[in-house]
């Protein structure tokens, strides 16, 4: 009987198995919902399962003070067809990553440096909320709302990690009034006056 099941297990897992070690991005070619193209093996290079751009801070010189460096498959060719991506966080004083979601994928965050203050908001409208301090970690669930925040007075940073390699993101403001949403219906759908409404609309770039 364990035999069978062994024997079951094994082929169930081999059935679901890739049928190829890897795919490394042809960025030549469009990306499609199942990721790009592959390259053909026999131009892989080692260079393509390496990614160094996480070693560098990025520019925190603009509006939410902060700074996000992708390594997703169009900076990270190797990451293609893994189910997988991770990216680095940086923070200045007062910076912050505003409320966003992630529609395909959960997150990880690890902090390397500084105090961040992170969050979720559930479906039920819990609210739960940690600062991290160096070397601490929390999880995100797909798809619900969460933000990072600089809880210090020096710089922050982290790297993040993803188990999609196309998470998506939305940030909720720019959602919401960086686009041309006619004034009426933002106000119509939240509980926003249009003074407001309009001004929000001037600082992101909206439009209508």
């Keep these: 009987m364990l035999r069978t099941i062994f024997l079951l297990s094994l082929l169930f897992a081999l059935s ?3 049928v190829q070690d890897f795919c490394v991005a042809n960025l030549k070619r469009a990306e499609t919902p199942a990721g790009y193209p592959c390259i053909r093996p026999i131009h892989v290079k080692a260079t393509d399962f390496v990614f160094s ?3 560098t801070p990025g520019n925190t010189t603009n509006i ?3 700074a996000v460096t992708p390594a ?3 900076q990270f060719p190797g990451l293609n067809g893994l189910g997988l991506s991770t990216a680095r966080l940086d923070l200045a004083p007062k910076g ?11 997150e990880v965050l690890f902090v390397l440096t500084g105090s961040i203050t992170a969050g979720f908001v559930s479906s039920a409208n819990a609210v739960y909320v940690q600062t991290l301090k160096p070397g601490q970690v929390m999880v995100f669930p797909q798809g619900l709302l969460h ?7 020096s710089s ?4 993040v990690t993803f188990n999609s390699a196309n998470p998506g993101l939305q940030i909720l403001d720019f959602a919401l009034f960086a686009n041309s949403l006619p004034t009426e219906l933002v106000v119509g759908t939240t509980f926003l006056d249009a003074t ?3 001004k929000l609309k001037g600082v992101l770039g909206g439009t209508g």
Excluded at 96 to 106: E, L, N, Q, R
Excluded at 147 to 153: E, M, S, V
Excluded at 156 to 159: H, K, Q, R
């Design 16 to 18: 679901n198995a890739s």
């Design 53 to 55: 751009g996480l070693g």
């Design 64 to 66: 939410i003070n902060a």
């Design 72 to 74: 997703f498959a169009a």
């Design 96 to 106: 912050v990553i505003p409320m966003h979601t992630h529609p395909g994928a959960s």
């Design 147 to 153: 933000f990072q925040i600089n809880a210090g007075k």
């Design 156 to 159: 922050a940073s982290a790297v």
């Design 196 to 198: 407001t409404v309009k």
